[in-house]
């Protein structure tokens, strides 16, 4: 017989879930950092992520780590996959800087425009369909469908209240229901749903997914103030909303469908909402200071950002030495 995982699966089958985790965890990194970080240091920075940070985090919380026995909860991954890569995401778009053209002097944004909404639009609802398989599959079987139906349900809700209230916000707030807010709405209810999305009711999920996008709408203009930018809003969506869904449990668990203490809002006190703070700022700052000593070494050693002159001309050309669209450059250049 093969080997058994501790889940009670095969270990190559337990392992290739894990694998997706990680790989998702170390591609979020690249959206914060994209259209001026060089090849050569995506790579170095994947492999040491998912070599080292996410392994570790993932001990922690996941593998009977110091955070598992003090209970803290995190069911698919909010802080495992998403405060890791989104914290990650933040310091090295930090380290790498601005695009360029992004900020006036005066510190005010301008807006770049993404190539293409629709695909935008088509990938985020490939996702949507995606955390099907990433939210009731951390259920490693269908032992219980009551409860996997239920983590499906919840997971859905949080997308769709996602969606329409950071619609809403963006709506009120600059004049026109912005698309490109609205997809990375449904993204943060995704998110912040994904730590507690067995454990909280399907009512509790519209609370959970709602304040998601409304507060990666406020983290967008957060970001732009402090001047750092983020071209596809990894940080709002990944990093502050992987923190919110894993506070999220300390607010809404309840013990009768499976949490290890019932949250605040059931009679359980600040003491789960305590443990769910500590352990998710603890991975966001440890993710933090072990990112940011791997970019800063990549970028002494082999440099972390393209030139100018490759940025405008596209990373495809200078990174890759071929167009993704062929013939734009030599129509550029007419």
């Known amino acids: 017989m093969g080997a058994e995982s501790s ?6 089958a337990f392992w290739m879930f894990q694998c997706a985790f990680c790989g998702a965890a170390a ?3 690249a959206g914060g950092m994209a259209e001026r970080m060089r090849f050569p240091a995506y790579l170095a920075y994947s492999f040491l992520i998912s070599a080292f940070v996410y392994p570790l985090v993932g001990h922690w919380i996941w593998g009977g780590g110091w955070l598992a026995k003090l209970q803290f909860f995190d069911f698919a991954g909010s802080t495992v996959v998403h405060a890791v890569g989104g914290s990650a995401a933040l310091i090295g778009t930090i380290i790498l800087g601005p695009r360029a053209g992004k900020f006036n002097e005066d510190g005010s944004p301008n807006m770049i425009a993404g190539h293409n909404i629709p695909l935008v639009s088509l990938g985020v609802f490939v996702l949507w369909f995606g955390w099907f398989g990433f939210n009731p599959g951390s259920a490693l079987g269908l032992n219980d469908p009551e409860a996997v139906s239920r983590i499906a349900i919840n997971t859905n809700l949080a997308a769709a209240t996602g969606a329409i209230a950071a619609m809403i916000t963006a709506w009120a707030r600059f004049g026109k229901p912005d698309l490109a807010l609205t997809m990375n709405g449904a993204l943060a209810g995704l998110v912040a749903i994904t730590a507690g999305c067995a454990v909280v009711t399907p009512g509790a999920s519209i609370y959970i997914g709602a304040f998601g996008g409304v507060l990666c709408v406020f983290a967008v203009s957060w970001l732009d103030r402090l001047r750092i930018d983020d071209p596809v809003g990894a940080v709002p969506v990944h990093c502050f909303n992987g923190i919110w869904g894993t506070l999220a449990v300390g607010f809404f668990s309840q013990k009768v469908l499976g949490a290890p203490n019932n949250g605040l809002f059931y009679g359980g006190g600040l003491a789960p909402l305590g443990i769910q703070a500590l352990g998710t700022f603890v991975v966001a700052l440890f ?6 000593l791997v970019f800063k070494t990549i ?3 082999s440099g972390l950002r393209v030139t100018e002159e490759e940025e405008l001309r596209g990373l495809d050309i200078g990174e890759h030495g071929m167009e993704s669209y062929s013939g734009f450059e030599v129509f550029l250049t007419e």
């Open 27 to 29: 591609t979020i990194v």
């Open 287 to 292: 993710t933090i200071a072990a990112m940011g």
């Open 299 to 301: 970028d002494a050693l």
């Open 7 to 12: 889940a009670g699966l095969p270990l190559y």
